[in-house]
């Protein structure tokens, strides 16, 4: 075991899974069997797991998803939904991420659109990725306070950073002049640069009305719908499977 000085300066260095490392293979047999470069190895590779599962765990915090525990892996594939597999798959891999590709989750209360949002988050997060969840009233009203108190383009080019913004609920009440021109502001900052999710209990074809504006509609839609990934979800099953529901 190393002495308390050296331990105390891992510990300024912020080495905590090098240390951690290092009081476990103290109480460990097996590792007095293993040579000097065989050790540093394996000090150095719990140092790197160790910054890569604090990196997420903060990146999970900062994105507020409103179902924290929802992931890919326990997505339910029994429940009839028109969920595909293979493009929920590619999804994960996130090179609609990478790529700065929108994606429009639409369907019917309870149908799961949340919860795959939010699965979506966890994993763009364990990927690296800066993630916020967001409902789209409470976006909208943020703005607007935003534009009160002077901090309107400061909120912009933060949630511009972004590189998943996922906005919750979208046209579920209706929509007003000031929302629609925040809308378009927020969306074309982040065209091309960055990912948005938006979820919809109306079709997308419905959101052209829905917005009421036919100029401000066209340029929201343009930046929005065309080029994304859309997914419509028929399911009135839960989406989370049961069997991960028992575990937690």
Partial sequence: MLNEHTLDQLRSLR????????????????????????????????????????????????AKLKVAGACIEDINWRASRGLDRGVITALAGGDWLRRARN????????????????????QAARG?????????????????????????????????RLDLLVIDDFAI??????????????LDDRIGTRSTLITSQ???????????DPTLADAILDRVVHSSHKIDLKATKSLRDPDAQQAS
Avoid at 24 to 46: C, H, I, N, P, W
Avoid at 113 to 121: M, R, V, Y
Avoid at 173 to 186: Q, T, Y
């Fill in 202 to 212: 109306l079709p997308v074809k419905a959101w052209h009305t829905y917005l009421n």
């Fill in 173 to 186: 009440s209706p929509i007003g002049a000031a929302e629609r021109n925040d809308l378009l502001e927020l």
């Fill in 15 to 62: 080495l905590d899974g090098m240390l951690r490392a290092i009081e476990e293979q103290a109480t460990s047999a097996s590792a007095d069997e293993l040579g000097f470069d065989d050790r540093l190895t394996l000090l150095v590779q719990r140092e790197v797991a160790w910054r890569d599962d604090r990196r997420v765990a903060r990146l999970l915090k900062a």
């Fill in 103 to 122: 994606l429009l989750l639409t369907g019917a209360t309870g149908s799961g659109k949340t919860w795959l949002a939010c699965a979506l988050g966890t």
């Fill in 128 to 160: 690296g990725f800066s993630v916020l969840y967001v409902r789209a009233a409470r976006l909208f009203d943020e703005l607007q306070v935003a534009h009160g108190d002077g901090s309107f383009a400061r909120r912009l080019a933060q949630l511009a």
